[in-house]
């Protein structure tokens, strides 16, 4: 059974008032703590799993409401896992996904403090966009590529957490290359447009749009 470890804010949402422990899991792309967050007042799910810490954002309005988060987490995952090679494991997670949900405690104070950092580091990524702007498979990169502490003093990638737990951390170094990439041209897009508001404003043109209501999107 699909075990979906949630907070108190996310049980709201989905009018559960008790919750009981979590259970044992048998599949390796099974147990993910899912949370509640507020992206420019929008409703976001956050969900990260329990092994791995890696993490997909679901706005409510993509799939049609939180009761839909569940089977569209099954979706995100089974596209990036086709997409990396592996496509047996890609149905897997959509069966899984579409089984009903066990939902618990989330009991993993460990995995809710990477979140938390997680929440901190792409803020900035939002900054100056509207919601419908966002670049999610930006945001998924950061994190999956994102260094965190792991056991003892050691630190480790969510992305390579994954492709160990599917047996081909080989494949790690590759997609690495090719996500470094990609997330080095957005961060010249981004700088290139901090430095073009920056222009602006210094110049009084700035305060031209402001006066207009005209945002710098």
Avoid at 159 to 167: C, H, I, V
Wanted: charged letters at 30%; proline letters at 4%.
């Amino acid at each position: 059974m699909l075990q979906l470890r949630i907070t108190q804010k996310f049980a709201k949402d989905l009018k559960l008032k008790k919750l009981p422990n979590p259970n044992p899991v048998d599949s390796i792309l099974d147990d993910w703590v899912i949370d509640l967050i507020r992206v420019q007042r929008r409703k976001v799910a956050m969900v990260t799993h329990v092994k791995t810490l890696m993490t997909f954002y679901i706005p409510y309005k993509d799939v049609g409401g939180v009761n839909n988060v569940p089977e569209a987490i099954g979706v995100k995952l089974s596209q990036w896992l086709c997409k990396h090679g592996f496509s047996d494991l890609g149905e897997q997670a959509l069966k899984l996904f579409q089984e009903k949900p066990f939902f618990c405690k989330t009991d993993h104070r460990k995995v809710l403090g990477h979140m938390n950092e997680f929440k901190w580091c792409i803020g900035w990524c939002m900054e100056d966009m509207s919601f419908d702007q966002i670049d999610w498979q930006d945001i998924l990169d950061r994190i999956l590529y994102m260094p965190v502490k792991t056991i003892g003093s050691g630190f480790s990638m969510p992305a390579e957490l994954m492709f160990e737990l599917l047996g081909d951390k080989a494949k790690f170094e590759y997609y690495y290359k090719m996500a470094s990439e990609r997330i080095s041209k957005k961060v010249k897009e981004r700088e290139k447009f901090h430095r073009r508001k920056y222009v602006l404003i210094s110049s009084g043109y700035g305060e031209s749009l402001a006066k207009h209501n005209i945002t710098w999107h």
